[in-house]
């Protein structure tokens, strides 16, 4: 071989090794990064993959997809705090269009969750309000029961306006 010929054939021989090097250097910094980002992304996947697999709440089921979307995206929003969530989901669950034994079921639901507000059905100074109304709906586990207890002293209450209207909110069929 030529002379110049090897001397170009040492050439790219020793860029090939540079390459070679350069490219080790780079595999290992990818090496150390996917390190650093693989248990983020592995994190991501378990979240995802929790989301796909939520058990909806039986009275979810039978409502449209839409509802069933919303209901989802709102119920698996790790950043909403549960007021916000039930906050949301009341605005949906009470639009008219949501069928009635849907928005009973709901309301069912959401009862046990945020027992933070006891409901206003006496003026809140009367002893109705005081001594029948917030006993029986911090003892109360359940939306039947509390419903029960008030409508079987409801005779306590001098005007049931409120009552009622916290009846038909609540999607209950008592009636006088």
């Not at 030529?2 to 080790?24: D, F, G, R, S, Y």
């Not at 639901?109 to 003026?123: N, Y």
């Not at 809140?124 to 419903?147: C, H, M, S, W």
Request: net charge negative.
């Amino acid at each position: 071989m030529a002379p110049q010929a090897q001397e170009k054939m040492n050439n790219i021989e020793a860029t090939a090794e540079e390459k070679e090097l350069e490219l080790k250097k780079i595999l290992k910094v990818l090496d150390s990064i996917t390190g650093l980002i693989k248990p983020a992304v592995e994190e991501v996947k378990q979240k995802c993959e929790a989301k796909k697999k939520i058990d909806l709440p039986e009275f979810v089921k039978p409502a449209d997809e839409h509802l069933r979307y919303l209901f989802t995206r709102i119920w698996t929003d790790d950043e909403l705090e549960m007021p916000k969530k039930l906050s949301v989901l009341d605005k949906i669950f009470s639009v008219d269009s949501t069928p009635h034994d849907i928005r009973k079921e709901y309301r069912k639901f959401r009862f046990p969750l945020d027992k933070s507000t006891i409901p206003v059905l006496a003026d809140e100074n009367t002893t109705a309000q005081k001594d029948i109304v917030e006993p029986f709906y911090r003892g109360a586990n359940f939306l039947d029961e509390f419903a029960q207890k008030i409508w079987d002293v409801r005779g306590a209450f001098t005007d049931r306006t409120r009552l009622s209207e916290w009846i038909v909110k609540e999607c209950l069929d008592y009636k006088e």
